[in-house]
């Protein structure tokens, strides 16, 4: 596996992408490279400047309610609440603050929502953050969820993003494909890597990775 190299925003010099060439396995599809967003998500100054990027996507009159985060988003998340109330952006809870929380997976590796959580859900209107979207089935997955559970998708934002759009739900993204023109995404069984006895290096996630020996 080689080195990982830098993709610095074109809008904001603090917010690094690290990519890690390679040939990892996800839950659902073989990628060429791995998205390294450990320091974006998890360090206070690049977490700040990622939620600032991602509510400059969301105008005045959308309407949030809850942000539900995925693949470990909760601290760009929390800023990402407050970005968008200072924004003016409009919540109809009551105490007109957003709620930030994450789906739990049962055995299934079903989305589901806690007794307690599931007000913060019904009736609401939920933007959906993750860290990458590639296949998009995770957003699918999350969209079926907060559907299952009463809320409504009235967006979704990702740090990296292959896509556009699932179902009619508009995905805003920092990176995109313009910046990692050749990134390939493959199901199992029609990976060109798999074909060519490429090895490979690692499991994946949006957690993280863990290297094959």
Known sequence: MQPYKKLYSKR???????????????????????????????????????????????SASTVVDTIVCLDGMDVIGAYLAEELTQAGILSKNAHKTMYVVSPEYDMTGQMIFRENLKMMIRDKNVLLIAASTTTGHTIKRAIDCVDYYGGTVVGAASIFSAVNKIFDVPIYSIFNLSDVPDYGTYKHENCPMCKARQKVDAIANGFGYSVLP
């Open 12 to 58: 904001h010099n603090n917010v690094i992408l690290r990519v890690v060439p390679g040939h990892f396995v996800t839950p659902n599809s073989h990628i060429n490279y791995f998205f390294d967003m450990t320091a974006i998500m998890r360090r206070q100054s690049e977490a700040k400047a990622c939620a600032e990027l991602l509510s400059e996507y969301f």
